[in-house]
């Protein structure tokens, strides 16, 4: 067997991994991230969002070819015309997609291999926050239920140990349990 | 002119807008939304959310005619091959469209015609949180930095309000801000 399929499991380089977590343990300065998001308004509901560029270990990172560009919406109900997930729909994929990616390393560099992974996301909101007609309601999901289904060679215990893991090491998981403080400068033309 | 046309502002028909407030104020039973997304793990970072069905005003909503198909991904510096934005950088579109959206309907309902909204999202993380690397960082964004540049038929003072507004009224602001309880159930195959 090739070095190389020894250190790839669930399509993570554990080597690297490995070797990303000695780099930061030798120099937590490489630690410092900044992620970014450019949004232009186009229609009613319909809004645009380019990213591309983010710093990384003490630099700009340049890796990506290409920008990717996401477009926003809402459906007829909430007056748009489908241009694509509204807000809080991509608040919902965002959390799923952190969860997925934390559940599928930490299996990785634990061992396990996976052979499916799945969830459904469920977020309760009374819009009547969001609409202004109450403030005693409040304006974002009540509550989100993440159901996942998980399946790997490893016993069920040690795949719910994973998804536990996940949990308590997902940035999105942080964000959408925790909070953050957020600051909205304008400027205007 | 026509009805319609004086009743579209900003691409939102806020007769359409005041019947759909008229209608919850009447039966608050109708603010009652599930949003939902559901996600497929497909190799290393690289996942998939797919969105479709929700639950709206006391009714399952069918009027989407497709799916909607989102894939996330990470860069290499975070063992991925670029498939998509990463579930941080998806947060940020969230936050980005949620508040430009609340805005341009804010807008619209105060009388305000808009030429341009953009905004630029910037959110910080030690990675060394959600790495595992250390317990006292935090996984998610310590901060994140919004700004918008608003250009409209309305005075700096409005144009102004109308962002203001927009932050005390959009669903995934809050929810970014002030959290929300997740519950995650897993089964395994």
């Known amino acids: 067997m090739s070095t190389t399929a020894d250190t790839i499991r669930n399509g993570v380089d554990t080597a690297q991994l490995y070797g990303t977590l000695d780099a930061i343990k030798a120099d937590p300065t490489l ?10 308004w186009i229609e009613g509901a319909h809004n645009r969002t380019t990213i591309r560029d983010f710093y990384a270990a003490n630099q700009e990172d340049t890796s990506r070819a290409e920008e990717f560009v996401v477009d926003a919406g809402e459906p007829a109900i909430l007056l748009g015309t489908d241009t694509g997930p509204n807000p809080a729909e991509y608040l919902l994929h965002a959390l799923a997609a952190c969860l997925t990616t934390s559940l599928v390393y930490v299996a990785a560099a634990r061992g396990v291999h996976l052979t499916e992974v799945e969830s459904t996301l469920e977020g309760d909101m009374d819009v009547q926050g969001a609409l202004g ?5 409040r304006n974002g999901f009540e509550r989100i239920r993440v159901s996942f ?3 790997g060679d490893a016993p069920e215990e040690k795949l719910r140990e994973v998804v536990a893991r996940a949990q308590q090491r997902s940035a ?9 403080p957020v600051t909205v400068d304008v400027a205007t033309a």
């Open 31 to 40: 630690a410092t991230f900044q992620f970014r998001a450019r949004n232009r």
């Open 133 to 137: 007609l109450s403030d005693e309601v």
């Open 149 to 151: 289904r998980v399946a």
């Open 172 to 180: 999105v998981f942080d964000i959408v349990t925790n909070g953050v």
